[in-house]
C-alpha cells in the first residue's frame, strides 16, 4: 500500500508564494508520473502539473510561468512551488502518483489526502 503525506498549504496574499510537498511512502521501487491537481468548490478536480520519471513535465495553461513542479526520487517526493498566486488559484490541492511499484504490488492512481490553499485578494 502506498501512502501519500502532503504539506505545505495554508493562507497567503495575491502575488505571494506557496511551496506544497508530498512524500510518499511504503516500500517503493519506482514512481512513474508524479502530479498535482486542484479543486476548486464546486468545480472538478483538475490537473495543475504533472513530470514523469524521464522528466517531461506538463502544466495547466492557468499555471504556466508561475508554477514549478519537481521531484527527488530518492525521497519519492514531489513539489510544487507556487508563485505570483492569484484569488483563482484557490482550491485543495492533490498529489497524485500514477503508477508505483511496491515490494507488495502496482498500485494505480495514488492520491494525498489534500492541502487547502487559499489565495486572498
Known amino acids: 500500500q502506498v501512502q501519500l503525506v502532503e504539506s505545505g498549504g495554508g493562507l497567503v496574499q495575491a502575488g505571494g508564494s506557496l511551496r506544497l510537498s508530498c512524500a510518499a511512502s511504503?516500500?517503493?521501487?519506482?514512481?512513474?508520473?508524479m502530479g498535482w491537481y486542484r479543486q476548486a468548490p464546486g468545480q472538478q478536480r483538475e490537473l495543475v502539473a504533472s513530470?514523469?520519471?524521464?522528466?517531461?513535465?506538463n502544466y495547466a495553461d492557468s499555471v504556466k510561468g508561475r508554477f514549478t513542479i519537481s521531484r527527488d526520487n530518492a525521497k519519492n517526493s514531489v513539489y510544487l512551488q507556487m508563485n505570483s498566486l492569484k484569488p483563482e488559484d484557490t482550491a485543495v490541492y492533490y498529489c497524485?502518483?500514477?503508477?508505483?511499484?511496491?515490494?507488495?504490488?502496482?498500485?494505480?492512481?495514488?492520491w494525498g489526502q489534500g492541502t487547502q490553499v487559499t489565495v486572498s485578494s
Open positions: 497524485n502518483l500514477g503508477s508505483v511499484v511496491t515490494t507488495t504490488g502496482y498500485f494505480l492512481n495514488s
Open positions: 511504503g516500500s517503493i521501487f519506482s514512481i512513474d508520473t
Open positions: 513530470i514523469t520519471s524521464g522528466g517531461s513535465i
